[in-house]
C-alpha cells in the first residue's frame, strides 16, 4: 500500500470521526456527558506551551524557520517585506498555487499579503478561489463598482448571500482598494469549485433566469432531491437553447446565456458529484480543472498571462508525478505536469495552521449564517458548547486534532518566535525519518505519507501555530 493510500485512508477516518460526531451526540443525550467530556469527544485540545512541547524523538536542528507576520495588508499595500523571498521565487512561474488548511483568519491574512505582495512586483491579472463557479461573475462585478457606497449596496443586496464568511468581504474590499489605485494591474477573481451550495444556485441565479424566459415555471427547490435537480438540468438547456439569440439578460448584466450555459455545466458536475459519493472526488476533480483550463471559464487566462490559485492544501501540491485516483488529477499536479501553458512553470505554498481561538464567533449564532461547511459547523458548534460552559475562555488556543513528535517539533521551532507564523527555511527529510524510525515503521510510513503531501509536495511551508477562526457572514 503507497503512502498517499494511507493519507486518503487517514483523511476517510477523520472524516468518518467529524461526519460521525454529530449522529452521535444525536443518539446520546448531551447532558450525560459534561462539558469536559463533549470537548473532549469532539477532538478538541489545548495547544501545547512550553514543557508540552518537550519530546525526545526529533532533534530541534533538524528544521530551521524565520518569522513571517500574521497582519492583514496595510491600507498602502507595502508590508510585504517579510515575502520578498516568496516574490523572488516565483518570478518566473506562470501559476503560483498557495494551499492552507481552512478557518484560520491569520492564514487569510496571509493570502491577502501574498496576492499584493506578487502583484506588487510582477502581474497576476486572476486569482482563483476555491468557492463555486457560480458566484464569479458577482465578485467582479462587485470589484467594478467605482462607487463605494453603490458597491456596499451590492454586497447586501447579493453578496451577502453568496459568500460564507467576513474575511472574504475584507478581501474584496482590499482588491477594490487595489483596482483603483493600480488600475493597470486589475486584479479579476476566479471561483473554481462546484456548487456545493446549489439550492442558492437554483434559487438565487438558475431559476429567476428561465423564469423570465417563462414566467409560468413554477418550481419548489427545497423539495428537489439531488437525482431531481439532475433531471431537470436538460430541460434547463433546451429552454436555454430556444432563447439563445433572444438577448435575455438576468437582473445583472453579466447573468448572459453564456454563463447561465456554465452553471449549468457546473451543477451538473455537482449533481453527478454528490450523487456518486465513492467517485465524489474524481468528479468535482473533473469539474475544477474544467473551470480552470475551458476558454469557455477560466482557460483563456492561462493562455494569456499568469494565474495565482488559492484553495486546500490536498489540491496545490505540484511535487507529485501521479493523479490522486486513477483518473482524478488535483489542480497542482495537472497544472504542473499536463496543461502546456503552464507545464514546468508553477510554484506551489502551503500555509499548514493547527489552533483556533474562538474570538469573535463567541458572540454569533450560527444559526443566523448562511451556507456553512460541515467542517466549519462542527467545530464552532463543540467550541460554542465549551464556551458556554466556561470549560474554554474566547482566547484560548485550542487544537483540533491530535499532535504528536513530529508536530511539537514544528511547533517548538514557532515558539522560539512566540508562536509567530513563520516559514520552513531548511528541513532535514532523511534525518527526521531517520529519527522516526525510533518509534516503528509504520510510524516513517505514516510520517513520510505527511510530510510527502505537505511539506514535501509544495515547493515551500509556512506554518501558523495558532489563529483566530474566521468569522461567519450573518446573512
Not at 456545493?196 to 434559487?203: E, I, K, P, R
Request: charged share 20%.
Amino acid at each position: 500500500m503507497n503512502s498517499l493510500m494511507y493519507f486518503l485512508i487517514a483523511l476517510l477516518i477523520l472524516f468518518v470521526a467529524c461526519g460521525s460526531q454529530t449522529e452521535n451526540q444525536e443518539e446520546t443525550h448531551q447532558s450525560d456527558f459534561t462539558a469536559t467530556e463533549v470537548f473532549a469527544r469532539a477532538g478538541l485540545s489545548f495547544f501545547p506551551e512550553g514543557g508540552d512541547l518537550t519530546q525526545s524523538t526529533f532533534s530541534s536542528d533538524l528544521l530551521t524557520t524565520e518569522p513571517i507576520s500574521f497582519e492583514d495588508i496595510n491600507d498602502e499595500f507595502t508590508n510585504i517585506d517579510d515575502l520578498r523571498w516568496l516574490v523572488d521565487s516565483t518570478g518566473d512561474s506562470q501559476c503560483v498555487l498557495v494551499g492552507e488548511t481552512h478557518y484560520y483568519r491569520y492564514i487569510e491574512n496571509l493570502k491577502n499579503r501574498i496576492l499584493f505582495a506578487l502583484n506588487t512586483e510582477n502581474y497576476y491579472p486572476l486569482a482563483v478561489y476555491e468557492s463555486q463557479y457560480s458566484l464569479t461573475p458577482y465578485i467582479n462585478y462587485y470589484l467594478d463598482i467605482e462607487d463605494d457606497s453603490t458597491a456596499e449596496q451590492f454586497f447586501s443586496d447579493e453578496l451577502v448571500f453568496h459568500l460564507t464568511y467576513e474575511d472574504e468581504h475584507n478581501r474584496l474590499s482590499h482588491i477594490r482598494r487595489w483596482n483603483i489605485k493600480f488600475p493597470e494591474k486589475r486584479i479579476h477573481i476566479g471561483c473554481s469549485d462546484i456548487e456545493h451550495d446549489y439550492t442558492s444556485t437554483l434559487n438565487r441565479i438558475l431559476i429567476p433566469y428561465f423564469q423570465q424566459i417563462d414566467s409560468a415555471l413554477d418550481i419548489s427547490v427545497p423539495d428537489l432531491t439531488l437525482e431531481e435537480i439532475q433531471q431537470l438540468i436538460p430541460e434547463f438547456r433546451v429552454i436555454l437553447e430556444e432563447a439563445a439569440g433572444s438577448g435575455v439578460v438576468g437582473t445583472y448584466p453579466f447573468i448572459t446565456n453564456d454563463y447561465i450555459r456554465n452553471v449549468l455545466d457546473n451543477l451538473e458536475s455537482t449533481c453527478v458529484a454528490y450523487i456518486d459519493r465513492q467517485s465524489f472526488n474524481q468528479y468535482r476533480q473533473s469539474a475544477i480543472i474544467r473551470n480552470l483550463t475551458s476558454p469557455d471559464f477560466f482557460g483563456e487566462y492561462f493562455e494569456s498571462g499568469k494565474v495565482i490559485i488559492f484553495a486546500g492544501f490536498f489540491h496545490t501540491g505540484t511535487h507529485q508525478a501521479f493523479p490522486v485516483e486513477d483518473d482524478s488529477f488535483t489542480e497542482g499536479v495537472y497544472l504542473n505536469s499536463e496543461y502546456e501553458p503552464t507545464q514546468g512553470q508553477t510554484y506551489s505554498l502551503v500555509l499548514m495552521g493547527y489552533a483556533y481561538t474562538f474570538d469573535a464567533m463567541s458572540e454569533i449564532d450560527i444559526s443566523t449564517c448562511g451556507h456553512l461547511g460541515t467542517g466549519y459547523r462542527n467545530t464552532i458548534t463543540n467550541m460554542g458548547r465549551a464556551f458556554q460552559e466556561e470549560v474554554i475562555n474566547y482566547d484560548d488556543r485550542i487544537l483540533v486534532r491530535p499532535i504528536d513528535d513530529f508536530d511539537k517539533l514544528l511547533l517548538f521551532s514557532a515558539s522560539e518566535s512566540d508562536f509567530h507564523p513563520v516559514r520552513i527555511t531548511e528541513f532535514d527529510f532523511e534525518g527526521i525519518v531517520q529519527a522516526a524510525e525510533q518509534i516503528s515503521s509504520q510510524y516513517v510510513m505514516q510520517l513520510r505519507s505527511r510530510m510527502d503531501w505537505s511539506i514535501g509536495n509544495h515547493d515551500a511551508c509556512i506554518l501558523i501555530p495558532w489563529s483566530p477562526i474566521v468569522t461567519a457572514m450573518i446573512e
